[in-house]
Nanobody
Framework: QVQLVESGGGLVQAGGSLRLSCAAS????????MGWFRQAPGKEREFVAA????????YYRDSVKGRFTISRDNYHNSVYLEMNSLKPEETATYYC????????????????WGQGTQVTVTS
């Protein structure tokens, strides 16, 4: 099994930035695509960004393109999400997820998750 632990969330004013981290344990991390998702109260969990096993390909929802950057460091078994110019509507719990395959496919969701980290953006 791969275990994921997110960190880096917090309270930030609109227009501010945060860097989220996801630390993974397990043998399969370096061969798995990884993703970030978020879920606001009363809403469904939604896709934010994903990265393939090697870090050579990244994917983003349209609303965060140009502001968010996903990256990974397989040597340290970690994946990151840099978030800039944050908006109040992006207040949510952010989750790191792992895919069973090395490449991201938009029709699939991760099959395992971290516990989440809270991001609150104030106006």
């Amino acid at each position: 099994q791969v275990q994921l632990v997110e960190s880096g969330g917090g309270l930030v004013q609109a227009g501010g930035s945060l860097r989220l981290s996801c630390a993974a344990s397990g043998r399969t991390f370096s061969s798995s695509a990884m993703g970030w998702f978020r879920q606001a109260p009363g809403k469904e969990r939604e896709f934010v960004a994903a990265i393939n096993w090697s870090g050579d390909n990244t994917y983003y929802r349209d609303s965060v393109k140009g502001r968010f950057t996903i990256s990974r460091d397989n040597y340290h078994n970690s994946v990151y999400l840099e978030m800039n110019s944050l908006k109040p509507e992006e207040t949510a719990t952010y989750y790191c997820g792992g895919y069973p395959k090395p490449y991201y496919v938009h029709t699939l969701w991760p099959n395992y998750w971290g516990q989440g980290t809270q991001v609150t953006v104030t106006s």
